[in-house]
């Protein structure tokens, strides 16, 4: 067993995700439902646009969906590429490349990134669209890997085809996972009609592997409030560690670490506040230099800590003790106060918004599979 496995195993304790609560109860009523209704409408689906997370492209498939998905015509989008590892992407698209699967990475905020999705659902839709006079495409994916995005970005782009195209309401788009709650159709193109219909994101009732559910709340599509934001910060440092990533931060940008140590202490204190999520239309300039700066003073922590370890990552009883002198060392980059209420968790969540923003770097946290003759799709 790995390092990180090990870690899980001894830091996390029992946690289970499945609905009949035990210690984590994370399985909402509406899910479902809506699983329900999703099977139902993917009967009628001419193609199905599976979104995952790039960061976490088998991990954030929807298993319970798998069998019915792969029997349909479906393009599997790794959304969020502009958070995954450019480096490890392009062997994620030759792995399902090597399985038949239709691939593609996108950023769903990026008009040109989803046009190039919408070319390839035409191009696989092209037989159909000579004998049907209406087709139907289903988005479905797991909580907040970005489909309201997605649908929102696709009625632009139709709208500027389809100028007398009627005016039609944009999804709702949220950080949380579970702002989509019911299924809303929207029709993209005429001649013939193409319905495009947004779901809401559904999991499985019972996630049988407990780091496939932490990279799921790391990324997002389990609320924090259900596992624990300390518990996802301890994982995330485990998984940092046992890559030797803060050492390679160290690497690549030395000059700029060590201005940082050498800075005088009169500097102005970061707002803490400008980490979280806000609904600004552009960002502010100074907001955006001050996060920048808690991103270094983090990757600066970071990498000390673990370039003093002498111990042995691959020994649980070590590795959490390193990740306990990282809390410290994050707790002082982060400039919250010793004597602060829940300061651990006030941490975890400033971390782990550094993380999701991707002031971190660019990560794929799971690993390539190796193709093998009897190989399937996830």
């Given amino acids: 067993m790995s390092g990180v496995g090990k870690i899980l195993k001894k830091c996390l304790g029992e946690m289970r995700f499945n609905t009949g609560g035990g210690n984590i109860n994370w399985y909402p009523g509406h899910m479902a439902a809506a699983t329900r209704a ?15 997370d790039s960061r976490i492209p088998l991990s954030s498939a929807n298993q ?87 649908i929102n970005c696709i009625h632009q782009i139709a709208s500027s085809r ?4 009627e005016k039609k309401k944009r999804a709702k788009v949220g950080p949380l996972p579970g702002v989509t709650q019911d299924i809303a159709g929207f029709k993209i193109a005429q ?45 995330l440092l485990a998984v940092l560690n046992t890559r030797q990533t803060p050492l390679h931060w160290r690497n690549v940008h030395n000059n ?16 803490i506040k400008d980490l979280l999520p806000k609904r600004r239309t552009l960002p502010v300039a100074s907001n955006v230099h001050y996060v920048e700066g808690v991103a270094k003073e983090v ?10 370890f002498r111990g042995d990552l691959q020994d649980e009883n070590e590795l959490e003790m390193l990740i306990e002198k990282q809390f410290e060392a994050l707790q002082k980059a982060l400039k919250i106060s010793n004597r602060a209420n829940e300061a651990r968790m006030m941490v975890s969540k400033k971390f782990l918004t550094l993380f999701r ?22």
């Fill in 38 to 52: 999703i099977n139902a409408r993917l009967k009628l689906a001419d193609l199905v646009i599976e979104l995952r």
């Fill in 299 to 308: 990757r600066c922590a970071l990498s000390s800590t673990l370039s003093e």
């Fill in 64 to 150: 319970d969906l798998q069998p019915r998905l792969s029997s349909k015509r479906r393009v599997i989008a790794l959304n969020k590429k502009d958070l995954a590892n450019p480096n490890i992407m392009h062997k994620w698209v030759d792995y399902f490349d090597s399985c038949k699967q239709d691939c593609l990475p996108i950023n769903a905020h990026s008009r040109t990134s989803v046009q190039k999705l919408l070319e390839l659902v035409e191009l696989k839709l092209k037989e159909k669209i000579a004998k049907e006079p209406t087709l139907l495409v289903m988005v479905v994916g797991v909580p907040n890997v970005g489909k309201s995005a997605l």
């Fill in 162 to 165: 389809f100028p007398v195209q």
């Fill in 191 to 235: 001649r013939p009609s193409i319905y495009v219909l947004d779901t809401p994101g559904v999991l499985v009732p019972t996630i049988s592997d407990i780091e496939t559910g932490l990279k799921l709340a790391l990324a997002g599509s389990v609320k924090d409030s259900v596992v624990g934001e300390e518990r996802i910060a301890q994982y």
């Fill in 256 to 271: 700029t670490l060590k201005e940082l140590q050498n800075e005088t202490d009169d500097k102005r204190d970061y707002n």
């Fill in 357 to 378: 923003a991707g002031k971190l770097g660019s990560f794929i946290l799971d690993d390539v599979p190796v193709v093998t003759s009897k190989s399937r799709i996830s």
